[in-house]
């Protein structure tokens, strides 16, 4: 079973629809938990940060469940500059030291227009 | 923008090659990692770095060797490259976080690897 699992996508979607991305992550020791977005053929950039009580930048809100080991985001009111593929990341906590981020293969979205 | 800089941004050699792909980060970051990604499939860790002097395996197998004895420098090496090693290769580097809490890590943009 693969560390961390996401949604296999593509997702195409209209402009202005509300899309929703999950993700699932197989140790719970995972400690940290990110969303990253890669635009093709391009490097990975941090889109946020996922907190334990959720948390909301914009039209971007980040979901953590740990009892079920899983995260989502949502995006609403999605704009052709969404395209993209979303990364779900964690990584683990060895003895309180930072382990490495944990890739997972993404999601790709494409709003159209 | 990230300052995370790696070259060659596009590199198509022969089999047997020796070749060493620069990665340099002017953030005065600790932790530098080199993920491999073959299109369409997901960020493979390859080595890491904690600082000076300190080089680890990631958790995908590589003959590929990376060095760290500047701070702001982690090369990574092939001393014969193989069809097999065609790939993008990409190098990142983070703050070393206090705790367990991991901090955002800067990638570069990436090198484009074609063995023939």
């Known amino acids: 079973r693969k560390e961390v699992e996401q949604d296999p996508g593509p997702f195409n979607v209209p402009e202005g629809a509300t899309v929703a991305f999950n993700c699932t992550y197989s140790?719970?020791?995972?400690?940290?938990f990110f969303w990253y977005r890669q635009d093709c053929r391009k490097e990975p950039k941090l889109l946020m940060s996922?907190?334990?009580s959720g948390n909301e930048d914009g039209r971007f809100t980040a979901q953590l469940n740990r009892a079920s080991q899983y995260i989502s985001l949502l995006i609403r009111d999605s704009k052709l500059s969404d395209s993209a593929t979303y990364l779900c990341?964690?990584?683990?906590?060895?003895?309180?030291?930072?382990?490495?981020?944990?890739f997972g293969k993404g999601t790709k979205l494409s709003v159209k227009p | 923008e990230a300052d995370i800089y790696q070259t060659p941004r596009y590199l198509v050699i022969g089999t047997g090659k020796k070749i060493t792909l620069e990665c340099s980060q002017t953030?005065?970051?600790?932790?530098m990692y080199w993920y491999q990604q073959d299109p369409g499939m997901e960020l493979h860790l390859i080595h890491y770095?904690?600082?000076?002097?300190?080089?680890e395996k990631g958790d995908l197998s590589s003959e590929s060797t990376v060095s760290r004895i500047r701070t702001e420098h982690f090369p990574l090496t092939l001393e014969s490259a193989r069809p097999s090693h065609t790939s993008q290769y990409l190098c990142?580097?983070?703050?070393?976080?206090?705790?367990?809490?991991?901090?955002?890590?800067?990638f570069g943009q990436g090198t484009r690897l074609t063995v023939v």
């Open positions: 990142a580097s983070s703050e070393y976080g206090t705790g367990w809490r991991n901090t955002e890590a800067f």
């Open positions: 140790n719970s020791a995972s400690q940290s």
């Open positions: 996922v907190y334990s």
């Open positions: 990341v964690v990584s683990l906590n060895y003895g309180g030291s930072q382990g490495n981020l944990i």
């Open positions: 953030m005065g970051h600790d932790k």
């Open positions: 770095s904690y600082g000076v002097n300190s080089t």
